[in-house]
């Protein structure tokens, strides 16, 4: 999406302007697994760019990976929300091979909207030095918009990836674009911090 596109949709991102620090970034990416690749095949490529470079620019990748032992058990509101939710085990749970994780890279599982709820990801970004954030994956309004807020209250800064989430339609991304931009994050895309990531390691290189 171009930038000057997307700002004409969403005023609010012209209010606050920031830009990670390689140093202190994370990238994670939320619950890109087979049950919901209809709705993020578009934003594969890009997001595959960008992890790419994260991983070039020795930026941590975190995957989080959504399901369910019993949704009896461990469904909650989820399970009487959705009634249909994604079980460990099946092809639906699992993670994209397009972005497939590297074998050392974490992966967070979880079984609530927030990567934050019941896991360690607080303590992993706290403890590997994480102070910014960069959020995309599916789907936006959910899981992701949950995510950032979380992240936003635990004192992260928030960098949310307008090209790089997807969700059921047009209208709930762009509502979230707006109230993330409003009080929560910064919203950028992927190729502006592709842009960033490239320029900040061409400097450290010299």
């Known amino acids: 999406m171009d ?13 606050r302007q920031a830009l990670p620090s390689p140093d ?6 939320v619950d890109m697994q087979e049950y919901f690749r209809s709705m993020v095949t578009d934003i ?18 975190i995957y989080t990976q959504h399901g369910h032992e019993d ?15 994604i079980i460990k085990g099946t092809r639906g749970a699992h993670i994209l091979r397009e972005i497939e ?8 599982a979880k079984n609530r909207y927030s990567a934050f709820y019941d896991t360690d990801l607080e303590h992993h970004l706290k403890t590997v030095g994480v102070k910014d954030l960069l959020v995309s994956g599916v789907m936006t309004n ?11 209250v635990r004192d992260f800064r928030v960098f ?6 997807a969700t059921a339609g047009d209208d709930y991304h762009l509502a979230t674009l707006r109230n993330l931009a409003f009080g929560f994050a910064y919203i950028l895309t992927c190729d502006e911090i592709i842009d960033h990531l490239k320029k ?7």
Do not use: Y
Not at 3 to 15: D, F, G, M, S, Y
Not at 71 to 85: A, Y
């Open 3 to 15: 930038r000057q596109e997307l700002l004409k949709l969403i005023p609010e991102a012209t209010w």
């Open 24 to 29: 202190h970034t994370a990238l994670l990416v």
């Open 44 to 61: 594969i490529p890009d997001l595959d760019n960008l992890i790419s470079v994260c991983r070039d620019s020795n930026i941590p990748v």
């Open 71 to 85: 949704p009896s058990q461990d469904g909650g509101m989820l399970g009487e929300w959705w009634g249909d939710l």
């Open 101 to 108: 994780p590297q074998p050392a890279e974490k992966i967070i």
């Open 142 to 152: 959910l899981c992701c918009e949950t995510t950032a807020r979380d992240a936003f």
């Open 160 to 165: 949310f990836l307008a090209d790089g989430t």
């Open 200 to 206: 900040s390691r061409s400097l450290s290189d010299r």
